[in-house]
């Protein structure tokens, strides 16, 4: 087994939030092709791992670095979904699991581990239980992989979770393209438009913000769900000028950020803001927020960074930044 340093940069670097509220990256300025951003997570040294359609991306700010099946151990260049916890990073393909930890990468999948599919859609960790949403299932994760809810054991009608989210309260939410579900202890629930108040059944993305509310992303609008209160957002009172939503999620400020195909807004609890895509005639793929409050916009022609407060990558390893790649 092979191991080798890929260097993301030489020399130490500081950048401090600028002046600038966006930055702009095209496949002429960085390794990202338009429409391929997936996920993004930051880890403690300040570096963004971005997954994309056509492999791994390491940024720090300054430097990338592409992982791919050629130079790594990872299973596919299709990257889905990343987490990160105390320096563990989790990286979700549509050939199976990479657990890098320690500098040592290990990869699970249905031969090797209880995964119900290769196919890692999206994985959440909260109180440092692995929740992972695949498209055969939802797997909680410490010692093993252990199936809580599935069409197999549950007998669910749709068991590929698109989307997921855990709420304040442990209950973990995920969306299909046939309705939404909760889940906590093994007690499940499915919202769909005909036994709720759900505007449509397939379920873009989930956010849940510091009041415990939970953000619906749907194909008609916005559902926002407050213990048993429902709300609405779309169109018809926000200035969104389509109802299908592609991305919602929520910032340290305590704001909803919400794409659609033609732009994006933002909601502080009292109003709505627009922001800018630089081109009208881009439409927009999905939006990811990092650890720096920065907000990905990945959209058909570009990709924006956006912080209201200041666009700011950091990089706080005095030594040379690397990635330890095991092949």
């Excluded at 791992?49 to 260049?77: A, E, F, M, V």
């Excluded at 779309?234 to 659609?260: C, F, H, M, Q």
């Excluded at 570009?302 to 390893?317: A, L, P």
Aim: hydrophobic content about 40%; some cysteine.
């Amino acid at each position: 087994m092979k191991q080798f340093l890929l260097p993301i940069f030489t020399v130490p670097l500081l950048l401090l939030a600028q002046t600038e509220s966006t930055q702009e990256f095209t496949p002429l300025t960085s390794p990202i092709h338009t429409q391929n951003i997936t996920t993004i997570a930051t880890d403690a040294a300040g570096l963004n791992w971005i997954g994309t359609l056509d492999g791994l991306i390491c940024y720090n700010g300054q430097r990338w670095h592409k992982i791919t099946t050629k130079n790594s151990r990872i299973p596919s260049n299709k990257i889905l979904s990343i987490a990160i916890n105390n320096d563990v990073k989790y990286i979700g393909t549509t050939e199976g699991l990479l657990v890098i930890k320690n500098n040592n990468w290990a990869v699970f999948n249905t031969k090797n581990s209880g995964l119900p599919s290769n196919k890692i859609r999206k994985i959440i960790i909260n109180n440092n239980t692995v929740w992972i949403a695949t498209s055969a299932g939802l797997v909680k994760y410490k010692a093993d992989f252990e199936v809580l809810l599935s069409g197999k054991k549950n007998g669910i009608i749709d068991d590929d979770f698109i989307s997921m989210n855990v709420d304040n309260d442990g209950v973990v939410w995920l969306g299909t393209n046939n309705g939404l579900y909760n889940f906590k202890k093994n007690i499940w629930r499915v919202f769909t438009a005909k036994n709720s108040q759900l505007p449509n059944n397939k379920i873009r993305d989930i956010a849940v913000d510091g009041q415990n509310r939970k953000w619906i992303g749907t194909k008609r609008g916005i559902a926002v769900i407050q213990e048993n209160e429902w709300s609405f957002f779309d169109k018809n009172n926000t200035p969104l000028k389509t109802s299908t939503v592609r991305a919602i999620i929520y910032d340290e400020y305590d704001r909803i950020w919400v794409g659609t195909e033609n732009m994006v807004v933002s909601y502080n609890g009292k109003s709505w803001k627009r922001h800018k895509i630089n081109n009208k005639k881009s439409f927009v793929i999905s939006v990811f927020i990092d650890g720096f409050d920065n907000k990905w916009v990945s959209t058909s022609n570009n990709i924006i960074v956006y912080n209201t407060e200041g666009v700011e990558f950091r990089n706080n390893i005095k030594d040379s930044n690397s990635v330890l790649v095991i092949k």
